[in-house]
């Protein structure tokens, strides 16, 4: 179900939208919609990428929180260009898992 919010945004920036809303030929909820979801996910990642990288997080947790594959995650941080946060210890103690 969608419902209505209101945000209060900047006349300079409101003007350019709906300019370009208008020179596009889009649904102006439509395209909000999509762009603020877009926004979202790409927020939302980068702000547990983060908390990955500060050990606050596991990449399992990660995992879960963004609903991605190990191997999806693993690409997400090439692309951040981030390193796994495990230490040379963590690497040689999973041996003692198997």
């Known amino acids: ?13 409101l003007k350019e939208l709906h300019k370009f ?7 102006k909820s439509a395209y909000l919609r999509e762009i603020l979801r877009k926004g979202f996910e790409e927020d939302k990642c980068e702000r ?3 908390r ?4 606050e997080l596991s990449a399992a947790e990660i995992c879960k929180m ?3 594959s ?4 693993f690409d997400l941080l090439r692309k951040k260009n981030m390193s ?6 963590d690497f040689l103690d999973s041996g003692k898992l198997a």
């Open 1 to 13: 179900m969608l419902r209505p919010t209101t945000v209060r945004l900047p006349d300079d920036f």
């Open 21 to 27: 809303i208008k020179d596009m030929k889009l649904d």
């Open 48 to 50: 547990l990428l983060s």
């Open 52 to 55: 990955y990288q500060t050990g």
């Open 66 to 68: 963004l609903g991605v």
């Open 70 to 73: 190990p191997w999806e995650f």
């Open 84 to 89: 796994l946060n495990v230490s040379l210890e």
